[in-house]
């Protein structure tokens, strides 16, 4: 492997050129002034990067996955579990800063559902057959069929519904050749089984199991249980305890003002 020009390829290579040289100076002179201010720390414990590398291998990350996120050589990683106490700084911070996101993830990896179930959920609440939503990631419909029933998903497939949500979500699916009974049999079948649609969702929210979809734009609050009517939705639970916590109050502010305990 041939590093890039800078201060390794001058330190470990004995590159001498422009880029090289300035490089070390310029790393020279952070050193010095580092040390002039008592701030010079050339080494930090592994112990913190430690634990993070076996968090992110319990989330499905190889090592090769984690070298390469962060980036730095496998054998550091490789040296830090087996025991190294000592590395420098600035590779203790690319390690620490990779996340177990699904594109860091190996494609086997198996994940929770939630975000994939979600997507596909709200894209035949706004008319997306769902043979088409088969066809478009190359599976049989009985295949697709299972996906949405398992427990868990691989990665691959996740990914790829999520890239056909971001494609698909503001498409009317009659330009794409879904036929007016098509479409309308796809929004019944979703109204049937509350499935939201793309508006109720965010983007941050859509794969936290434990979120709820926003329906009405005021979903856990007391007027967001009144909106529900509007939309022919029954209340979902965050609005059924905001109406439920609301009526509390006004219990409890009937009965001070009565003189009785509430």
């Not at 996740?158 to 009659?174: C, I, K, N, S």
Request: charged content about 25%; glycine content about 8%.
């Amino acid at each position: 492997m041939t590093r890039d020009h800078g201060y390794s390829r001058y330190r470990l290579d004995g590159c001498r050129c422009y880029v090289c040289g300035f490089a070390r100076s310029r790393y020279d002179e952070n050193r010095d002034r580092a040390i002039a201010y008592g701030t010079w720390q050339p080494w930090t414990e592994t112990e913190h990067v430690r634990i993070h590398i076996k968090s992110l291998q319990s989330c499905g990350m190889g090592l090769r996955a984690i070298a390469a996120a962060a980036p730095c050589d496998r054998k550091r990683l490789q040296g830090v579990m087996a025991g190294q106490e000592r590395m420098r700084p600035e590779i203790a911070a690319r390690i620490l800063a990779v996340e177990p996101s699904l594109e860091n993830l190996a494609p086997s990896t198996l994940i929770a559902p939630f975000g994939t179930r979600r997507r596909v959920h709200a894209l035949v609440a706004i008319g997306w057959p769902q043979q088409y939503l088969a066809e478009h990631l190359g599976m049989d419909p009985g295949n697709f069929g299972m996906m949405l029933k398992r427990e868990q998903v691989i990665v691959r497939r996740a990914l790829a519904v999520r890239a056909m949500y971001g494609e698909l979500w503001r498409v009317d699916p009659a330009d794409h050749g879904a036929t007016p009974g098509g479409i309308a049999r796809a929004r019944a079948y979703a109204a049937d089984r509350l499935w939201a649609p793309p508006a109720a969702w965010d983007d941050d929210s859509i794969d936290d199991p434990a979120a709820h979809p926003d329906w009405t734009g005021e979903c856990g609050t007391p007027a967001g249980f009144n909106a529900h009517r509007y939309i022919g939705v029954p209340p979902c639970p965050p609005c059924r305890d905001a109406r439920n916590a609301y009526e509390r109050e006004r219990r409890a502010l009937r009965a001070a003002a009565n003189g009785r305990k509430p």
